[in-house]
């Protein structure tokens, strides 16, 4: 089970988003322009990345220590892999992607050099206007943090701006009235931080009000509704 | 001629991006052909995937009793046809929004469709995962996570529009969305 799209329709962000918020292990392909990349994935980190020629290798080589082992990788190398291979193609926009969860066996032994909240952020740093929009598409959105906030921020370093943009989630403040609060700093900017705080978790969409009751529904018609769709 | 009582009429929307289904999901589920506003597609990206798109609204009805009917209004899906969003949105009883689960491009019309009612007119609402029967089609789960309703009470259900009894079932659930909400 996995999934695959473009990462012109679909941004790295939003990939890792799912990654993160599935918790799994497995494998995310990246065909770049130039080159195969694989992304080695557990529980819901990228833990190595790794350039390849054939992308079956990936898949025939499923114990994650034996391929650590084949590729003589020195483990105190492996940020160094992780920066050349992965933070540093994240202002890259072509390419295909396809992730495979299952499969890969890793020990218990394996450590996380950069947490995926922090690749969300980064990434998120290298959207484009269109590319923000299509998260952060309306004046009124309003949010709010999460319960697990402290924990998440633990693991992220921002940057003043995103610091500025954070003190403003009040869980009332729309995103028209952070944009306003923000100025002169450009909305695209705190529009980022926005769309990397939602990606990682950090923050949710809150809905504006109680959701109010149609007028003349009563109990009973909507038992009848329910009544009568089941015998369509 | 006859005086006929006017019957009650009861709204449910069917929003979504752009060749997500929601003509199918109607066709599929009215008791009479639907009333629709098709017309040729006009811009190459959208002609590569249909012929023919709405351009107003899709209008299915289900009879429930002598006194009422319901209405499933289907929206256009492209984002410059938002204006409709707003006319159509106003005293629904609840919103399906419809995704394509093979083509992840649509996700992000989808997201601003939920963005654009839960921050203005929130009523119950459940989203569909179309094509769910098509080989590439992401889970219902996965949509979740990318459509971040993970950490929100809005469901995310599978769905095969042309399947009467899935049509069925992802109405049932925005009923019992709604049922819970003012039951």
Request: with cysteine; hydrophobic share 40%.
């Amino acid at each position: 089970m996995g999934f695959s799209g473009n990462l012109k329709d679909f941004p790295i962000p939003d990939i890792f988003q799912v990654i993160a918020k599935e918790k799994k292990s497995g494998i995310l392909l990246v065909e770049w322009k130039d080159l195969i990349v694989a992304y080695y994935i557990k529980k819901g980190q990228i833990i190595f990345a790794r350039p390849i020629d054939k992308i079956t290798r990936v898949y025939t080589e499923r114990d994650f220590e034996k391929v650590i082992k084949k590729l003589r990788v020195d483990p105190k190398k492996i940020s160094q892999i992780l920066d050349r291979y992965l933070i540093q193609r994240l202002d890259n926009k072509e390419g295909i992607f396809s992730l495979i969860f299952g499969f890969i066996r890793y020990t218990c032994s394996e450590k996380v050099y950069i947490p995926i909240e922090q690749i969300i952020m980064l990434a998120s740093r290298q959207l484009t206007v269109s590319e923000v929009r299509r998260k952060i598409s309306d004046n009124m959105l309003t949010f709010g943090w999460v319960k697990e906030k402290k924990e998440i921020l633990k693991r992220l370093q921002l940057s003043p701006v995103e610091k500025k943009v954070a003190e403003l989630i009040d869980g009332k403040k729309t995103v028209g009235d952070i944009r306003k609060k923000m100025f002169p700093t450009p909305e695209l900017d705190v529009d980022r931080a926005l769309y990397g705080f939602w990606s990682a978790g950090l923050i949710k969409r809150l809905r504006k009000g109680k959701r109010h009751k149609p007028e003349g529904l009563t109990l009973d018609l909507l038992k009848r509704i329910i009544e009568k769709v089941k015998d369509l | 001629m006859k005086n006929q009582k006017q019957k009650k009429r009861i709204k449910i929307l069917i929003s979504g991006p752009f060749s997500a289904g929601k003509t199918t999901f109607i066709k599929t589920i009215s008791e009479l052909e639907p009333l629709t506003t098709e017309k040729k597609t006009t811009r190459s990206s959208e002609r590569k995937v249909k012929d023919y798109t709405t351009v107003a609204m899709d209008f299915g009805k289900i009879t429930i009793d002598d006194e009422h009917e319901l209405y499933l209004f289907g929206t256009p899906g492209q984002t410059r046809f938002d204006f409709m969003w707003d006319i159509l949105g106003k005293g629904a009883l609840g919103i399906v929004v419809l995704v394509d689960s093979t083509n992840p491009e649509t996700f992000h019309e989808a997201r601003q469709i939920i963005n654009y009612f839960e921050s203005r007119y929130p009523v119950p609402m459940v989203v569909a995962a179309n094509k769910q029967d098509l080989p590439d089609a992401w889970t219902p789960e996965m949509i979740k996570a990318a459509l971040n309703l993970d950490v929100e009470d809005i469901p995310v259900v599978p769905l095969v529009a042309t399947d009467k009894e899935s049509v069925k079932k992802v109405l049932l659930k925005l009923l019992e969305e709604i049922y819970k909400e003012f039951g």
